[in-house]
């Protein structure tokens, strides 16, 4: 009898087993089942390019797709076909035509010269070097797309060397440049020129920054400061185009290169943004820059510092106070006749060693530290009278550059 118990419990769990087991299979998916979607923050490298970087966020991530076409681009060759992409439709070709001053058979003869230059907005202003564009009669502005335009020159600075022109064209095609910073540059930072060396059309050359705060003469003998040194390949006709960081942000202008053949040698330099932003609204808004002026007309350079000799009548620095050389008149007899010299006393003229508390050396030290400032501000000249220091605060007025 227990036997037969044993074996009645034995069949009732085996059947229970396999009712379960039947019950599990009938009901089993006929397909694999989807893959398990996670909702992650946002992770990763922001985006190359001008636009900026997605905040972190939840997002929903799925597996990713495989690509539709395999490429083979390195990150750093990835990086400069983006920058290139990105930026090579706001860059211009400049073609002018002036004369030269020569004459032949009583007729002028004509020049031509080319260049290149930046979109700056949508109302057709055009960025590049005032070199460029100096003394021409006719400019030509060539788009990405192939159209010619007449351009106007709007405004120029010779002591920056920069030109502003403008253009008459659709808004759709005009794409700007995206201006970036130069205050906080590195050398070996990289950086990317845009231009059209020898006509060609929208060159990339890549390079890096080889020094900072350079200077370069100017048209007007003033000195270009704060000039950026690159060993990027500039050629003849990438004057006024883009130098560009690794985002494809505008952080200078492409102006001149150190070579005794004319050809790139691996030294090349452009012009901060940072001084191209402060003109450059003038520019369009004036046609000049308004400097500010202290009214000091000459200076005699010493060792020691600067020495005023003479001012504007009536300028901020004779209203303030200071002095420059003195003219002594002196009346002689002889015989019958009497007749009257002037002489220059320059032992009653102040010397310049500060400005603003920054110690000075040359005129174009004195000259950048008061431009600094806006016309209407004061600036501390320090200077030395009659052996001791002096603090004169000057009212700066407006003048033309």
């Not at 997002?59 to 990086?79: G, H, K, M, S």
């Not at 564009?133 to 002591?159: M, Q």
Request: with cysteine; charged share 20%.
């Amino acid at each position: 009898m227990k036997k037969y118990l044993t074996l009645c419990l034995g069949s009732a769990v085996l059947g229970a087993v396999l009712t379960e087991f039947w019950r599990a299979a009938s009901h089993a998916p006929l397909v694999a089942q989807e893959p398990r979607i996670e909702t992650v923050p946002a992770a990763g490298p922001p985006e190359i390019g001008l636009r900026a970087a997605t905040p972190a966020r939840n997002v929903t991530r799925l597996p990713p797709p495989r690509p539709a076409v395999e490429t083979n681009l390195t990150p750093e060759e990835l990086v400069n076909v983006t920058v290139y992409e990105n930026v090579n439709r706001s860059v211009v070709n400049i073609e002018t035509e002036a004369m030269r001053g020569e004459r032949f058979l009583f007729f002028e003869v004509p020049s031509e010269g080319a260049g290149s230059g930046s979109v700056l907005d949508r109302l057709g202003h055009i960025l590049t070097n005032f070199h460029v564009v100096e003394a021409a009669r006719k400019i030509k502005v060539t788009l990405f797309n192939g159209k010619e335009y007449e351009g106007r020159l709007v405004g120029k600075d010779e002591s920056n060397d920069v030109a502003v022109v403008r253009i008459e064209a659709p808004a759709e095609s005009l794409i700007p440049v995206v201006l970036g910073d130069s205050t906080h540059l590195r050398v070996g930072q990289r950086v990317f020129a845009i231009g059209n060396p020898f006509g060609l059309e929208r060159t990339l050359t890549t390079g890096i920054i080889s020094s900072l705060n350079r200077t370069l003469p100017a048209r007007n003998h003033r000195t270009i400061k704060s000039i950026i040194q690159i060993d990027a390949a500039i050629n003849p006709g990438n004057s006024g185009g883009p130098l560009l960081d690794s985002h494809g942000r505008l952080i200078g202008m492409n102006t001149a290169i150190a070579s005794a053949t004319g050809q790139s040698a691996g030294v090349g330099f452009a012009i901060p943004v940072a001084n191209i932003s402060r003109v450059v609204p003038q520019l369009i808004e004036r046609g000049r820059v308004i400097r500010p002026d202290v009214g000091i007309t000459r200076v005699l350079q010493t060792e020691e510092g600067l020495l005023i000799a003479t001012m504007t009548s009536g300028g901020p620095a004779e209203q303030a106070g200071l002095r420059g050389f003195r003219i002594v008149k002196q009346r002689h007899k002889q015989g019958l006749l009497t007749y009257e010299t002037n002489t220059i006393d320059r032992s009653a003229a102040d010397l310049i060693v500060a400005v603003d508390g920054e110690k000075i050396v040359t005129a174009n030290d004195f000259l950048s530290l008061v431009e600094a400032k806006q016309p209407g501000q004061e600036v501390t000249i320090t200077v030395v009278r009659g052996g001791r220091e002096v603090n004169v605060s000057v009212r700066l007025a407006a003048a033309d550059s």
